[in-house]
T-cell receptor, first 114, second 113 residues
Framework: GAVVSQHPSWVICKSGTSVKIECRSLDFQATTMFWYRQFPKQSLMLMATSNEGSKATYEQGVEKDKFLINHASLTLSTLTVTSAHPEDSSFYIC??????????FGQGTRLTVV | QKEVEQNSGPLSVPEGAIASLNCTYSDRGSQSFFWYRQYSGKSPELIMFIYSNGDKEDGRFTAQLNKASQYVSLLIRDSQPSDSATYLCAVAPFSGGYNKLIFGAGTRLAVHP
């Protein structure tokens, strides 16, 4: 299957700083990528749909100015958590779908804000 | 009402038994249905997808879909301790590559020796 690489796999940052997470599709082009957040013992919650060359589509309740998404190429989408706070600590996962229906997930990024 | 509902579990089964995981969804127009397995601290990995009513088998796994009842299930035969994980049901409103998946909360499965 296709490969989606996410980096970093974990990050610890100080409150008030910004963190950038990268999501790359390694062997296919992804015009659309998805960013999810998962708190402990909870399901994946879709945050936004990242569209190559255009603005991301955010789900209700997700602050677009806090979670900046850039999808500058067909193989790369980035999520920047700005002015991070402890409540932003979570597991962030990206996914991409190729021509078919299967969604391929990145490895996830464990963000801890201290 | 949540869009995709699953019993959170834990569902505990002995090794070698059949584990039955259930999922209901609210959008009657949903087209594609997926089962993912997620180990603690890891990303989900796809087990199976199903589009049509009926059963679909792949090795020890069987997915069952009943669109009239808005119900999809996953059966795991000959359960192994390594099957212990959280199983996520996901639904896509339309077929095709560019649609978001809506996930259920997941069912935690524990297979004991």
């Amino acid at each position: 299957g296709a490969v989606v690489s996410q980096h970093p796999s974990w990050v610890i940052c100080k409150s008030g700083t910004s963190v950038k997470i990268e999501c790359r599709s390694l062997d296919f082009q992804a015009t659309t990528m998805f960013w999810y957040r998962q708190f402990p013992k909870q399901s994946l919650m879709l945050m936004a749909t990242s569209n190559e060359g255009s603005k991301a589509t955010y789900e209700q309740g997700v602050e677009k100015d806090k979670f900046l998404i850039n999808h500058a190429s067909l193989t790369l989408s980035t999520l920047t958590v700005t002015s991070a706070h402890p409540e932003d600590s979570s597991f962030y996962i990206c996914s991409a779908r190729d021509q078919g229906d299967e969604a391929f997930f990145g490895q996830g990024t464990r963000l801890t804000v201290v | 009402q949540k869009e995709v509902e699953q019993n959170s579990g834990p569902l505990s089964v002995p090794e070698g038994a059949i584990a039955s995981l259930n999922c209901t969804y609210s959008d009657r127009g949903s087209q594609s249905f997926f089962w993912y397995r997620q180990y603690s601290g890891k990303s989900p990995e796809l087990i199976m997808f199903i589009y049509s009513n009926g059963d679909k088998e792949d090795g020890r796994f069987t997915a069952q879909l009943n669109k009239a009842s808005q119900y999809v299930s996953l059966l795991i035969r000959d359960s192994q301790p390594s099957d212990s994980a959280t199983y996520l049901c996901a639904v896509a409103p339309f077929s095709g590559g560019y649609n978001k998946l809506i996930f259920g909360a997941g069912t935690r499965l524990a297979v004991h020796p």
